[in-house]
């Protein structure tokens, strides 16, 4: 079986995926990345999908369930790197990606984490519902 | 044909080599790379070998011509992620990576190529002949 490599830059965990990604291998990139988060006390995931020539709604499932992972153990997702084909298709498919916050490449997905960070460290409570996030289904 | 992604941080280009490398695709990466480089003005490759068991002579020859070709366009080249027996079955092939410069993960990679940036900076002539580079063939 394939493993995703899970690379550390700074605070922020790095996923490149690149190949076709099947049962076994996105279980085990959620629990190698639940993991890392956690030994690393990482605060942002970035899934980088621009060899991702489909998103079906196996691997939207997928994103949408390692962004919850992650928030729970308070890390941040941002998915970058989405072709414009990508997008034109998801939402021909019906597929919002819900709980996803998405940036355009690699450094702009750090800098959303990096100025969240930054507004987190104002909030005097950071568990309270945070009126800006994407509304929990 | 699969396209390995390149991924640009800062002054550094990211590659995260996953895939089984063919001819054509080594060579597209090569040509992206290059590209890349003149594009972004970047100093520094980061090749990521986290995920590949094995490293045979093609892949070698793969990274040395990458190495060589980002190095006349100005860029460091550093090799990371480099799995023990990997390492131990390069050294049993008699492979020596000449002219590859490696480090043990990304991060550290960074560092390596910030600091010789910082190293080239205090030279006088950037141009000159540098006499602790690896000599030439």
């Known amino acids: 079986m394939e493993r995703v490599p899970i690379l550390k830059i700074g605070d922020i965990l790095l996923v490149s ?3 076709d990604m099947s049962d076994q291998t996105a279980v085990a990139l959620q629990e190698d990345l639940a993991e890392r988060i956690v030994a690393t006390g990482s605060h942002g995931v970035i899934i980088d999908i621009t060899a991702l020539d489909i998103v079906d ?3 939207g499932r997928m994103l949408s369930t390692i962004a919850s ?3 729970v153990l308070d890390a ?3 998915v970058v790197g989405m072709r414009p084909a990508v997008a034109i298709t998801l939402v021909e498919l019906g597929l919002s990606l819900n709980g996803i916050r998405t940036a355009l490449n690699v450094e702009r997905g750090m800098e ?3 100025a969240n960070r930054a507004d ?3 909030d005097e409570f950071d568990d309270g519902p945070d009126a800006e996030s994407t509304a929990s289904p």
Chains 1, 2 share one sequence.
């Open 76 to 78: 941040e997702t941002v």
């Open 17 to 19: 995926i690149q190949v």
């Open 112 to 114: 959303l984490i990096g």
């Open 57 to 59: 709604s196996f691997v």
């Open 69 to 71: 992972i992650s928030r």
């Open 120 to 122: 987190d460290d104002h």
